[in-house]
């Protein structure tokens, strides 16, 4: 049935159960996946309850940040709507992104932090180099903005770069 139905290809990225990995070969008798480690995993296809399928259609870059409490929410918020937005027009990346960015937050209110989320729906397989693209415009503009991270030493925000 996985092969009549199509629930995964080789060279689709999958879980079952504690395994995931690249699909390497599917015979009528098991699937062959190779983790991120290089372990080849053999998984007899009558054993096979729910499949993960990571790579199917779409994904999804998620960075989800921390954002120290003396900060103004939103203009973090209106900070990450900005590195997003330039995120999806830039030219290399435009034709990997699939939907505008989204900005959501706060998620979650930690002990010294609330959280924060931007979510980008990608092409199978760009989710990373999105999401790691956006990283690191997210820091420089934090960075230049002076927006803190959480941690306990708030008073040393921004570190003195002059005496480098």
């Known amino acids: 049935l996985i ?7 080789i060279g ?12 390497e070969r599917i015979t009528l008798r098991a699937t062959y996946i190779r983790d991120f480690n290089g372990s080849l995993h053999l998984i007899p296809n009558g054993e096979i309850h729910i499949v993960t399928n990571a790579t ?19 203009r973090v918020l209106d900070l990450l709507r900005g590195v997003s937005a330039t995120l999806a027009e830039d030219a290399e990346l435009a034709s990997h992104i699939l939907e ?3 900005v959501t937050g706060p ?12 979510t980008i729906k990608t092409k199978v397989g760009k989710q990373l180099a999105i999401a790691h693209t956006l990283q690191k415009r997210i820091h420089a503009t934090f960075r230049r ?11 040393a925000w921004p570190p003195d770069n002059t005496s480098r």
Not at 58 to 73: G, K, Q, S
């Open 107 to 118: 998620l979650e209110l930690g002990e010294n932090a609330f959280t924060v989320r931007v």
């Open 3 to 9: 092969l009549i139905e199509n629930q995964y290809v």
């Open 100 to 102: 505008a960015p989204q």
């Open 145 to 155: 903005e002076h927006i803190a991270p959480p941690h306990l030493y708030l008073a």
């Open 56 to 74: 199917r259609d779409w994904a999804r870059a998620i960075v989800d940040l921390r954002v120290a409490y003396e900060e103004d929410i939103d």
């Open 12 to 23: 689709d990225v999958i879980r079952v159960g504690d395994v995931s990995g690249t699909v």
